[in-house]
């Protein structure tokens, strides 16, 4: 069956978002342009690495191609609305991609389906017939530096972290390996 690639050069949306209670969520990226919207699912850390990688990029893309990336996130292009729902995984993210178009003057990220098979490099960002199925999606730099803020503050709303040792809190707290497992009891 042939690759299918979803391109979104001008999407209305492109967000961050997450399904489920914290320590139980799900996390989406989720495209939107006209009528049509597509959802894809991955890892918590897929998100904070794509955040952390966009802007890398944004820096290098200003300093390198005189790329106008604005200091900081504008007001007016945070979306803080949930995800469009109903959320359908189109499929899980295995392998990502990320540029920058010199054409068109944008990001470009590329998501690609978890494959049985090695991705080859080559069918990153490239319209091969052979590959996994994918998302691409074209962002302003204001709107990479909007997605990557938003990626952010999805990822940090969870679990606070234990002050010690920097692994999530449950409700009713956790066995600390910095305590070797002494877990102090709230009342004395």
């Known amino acids: 069956m042939a690759r299918v690639i979803h391109v979104f050069r001008q999407p209305d949306r492109f967000i961050a978002g997450t399904v489920g209670q914290p320590g139980d969520r799900t996390f989406f990226l989720q495209a939107s342009q006209d009528a049509r919207t597509i959802s894809v699912a991955l890892e918590k ?39 469009t729902v109903p959320v359908e995984e189109e499929f899980r993210v295995g392998t990502m991609g990320l540029g920058w178009d010199a054409e068109t003057r944008a990001v470009v990220i590329e998501l690609l389906a978890v494959s049985e ?36 503050r999805v990822v940090r709303a969870g679990r606070k972290p234990c002050p010690l040792c920097g692994e999530p809190l449950d409700a009713d707290g956790h066995v600390c390996p910095r305590q070797n497992g002494y877990r102090r009891n709230e009342e004395g």
């Not at 080559?122 to 803020?149: I, N, Q, S, W």
């Open 45 to 83: 850390q897929q998100v904070a690495v794509l955040a952390e990688r966009i802007g890398s990029l944004l820096e290098e893309v200003g300093r390198r191609f005189g790329a106008e990336v604005p200091p900081d996130t504008p007001d007016e292009m945070m979306d803080s609305e949930p995800l």
């Open 117 to 152: 098979a090695e991705v080859d490099e080559a069918v990153v960002l490239d319209d091969t017939e052979e590959g996994p199925d994918a998302v691409r999606v074209f962002l302003t730099p204001a709107h990479a530096k909007a997605f990557a803020a938003r990626a952010d």
